[in-house]
């Protein structure tokens, strides 16, 4: 059974789209995050979501919004698609802040 | 500014010697330490977790030491195999945030 799984695996799009990418945890976890991987592997936090509470990254533009219809789903939202949002985006989920995370296999996201 | 830096970009060790991997930090107190790993195309798996309070945890061959004063982790992998390869990222948890390090490629030589 997947713990954390991301749809779609491969998102491809021109600039100026809107586009979602969806989360869904099985493992009863009250927390869930979304993280940005770029060209160098470097990996960002964007938001925290916990207990309905969301905490965001105030390094992301406000293009980007989390959506969550119940606790075990979290869905990246982004609207009006740029060149530099091409990157991997990866969604986890832990027990609670703080805890261990359990990552997604990501989603590749190219905007051309 | 806060930065986490972890030692060198890629680590080349041969096999069955301990790789030692080195995290540092600046401008953060954090609560928890944590070390992940991530295979290419993958999401980052969870290894091991130190708190502040803490000095060393061991899981098997691995083993995390955690120095709050001198604002440093060192993660160690003996007697290590070829499976081994992968990056290494260290993070750190503060104000219910995990803040990653920008990772150490690792490849253990047969």
Not at chain 2, 5 to 28: M, P, R, V, W
Request: one cysteine or more; aromatic letters at 10%.
């Amino acid at each position: 059974d997947t713990a954390v799984s991301q749809t779609p695996k491969y998102l491809v799009t021109q600039m100026g789209n809107d586009k979602s990418i969806k989360c869904e945890q099985n493992l009863g976890h009250d927390t869930m995050y979304w993280y940005k991987q770029d060209s160098k592997k470097f990996l960002k936090i964007m938001f925290s979501y916990n207990n309905k509470e969301l905490i965001i990254n105030e390094t992301v533009p406000n293009r980007f919004s989390p959506k969550s219809p119940d606790k075990a789903h979290l869905n990246l939202h982004i609207n009006s698609l740029e060149l530099g949002d091409s990157a991997v985006y990866f969604c986890a989920s832990s027990q609670r802040l703080r805890d261990e995370q359990y990552f997604g296999p990501g989603t590749r996201l190219t905007v051309t | 500014s806060q930065k986490i830096e972890q030692n060198s970009e890629a680590l080349n060790i041969q096999e069955g010697k301990t790789a030692t991997l080195t995290c540092n930090y600046t401008n953060y107190s954090p609560a928890y330490l944590q070390w992940y790993r991530q295979d290419p195309g993958r999401g980052p798996v969870f290894l091991l977790l130190i708190r502040e309070n803490e000095k060393e945890k061991r899981k098997e061959r691995l083993k995390v030491t955690f120095d709050t004063t001198l604002k440093q982790s060192l993660f160690h992998i003996t007697a290590s195999q070829p499976a081994d390869s992968a990056t290494y990222l260290c993070a750190l948890s503060e104000a219910n945030n995990l803040f990653f390090g920008t990772g150490t490629r690792l490849t253990v030589i047969p």
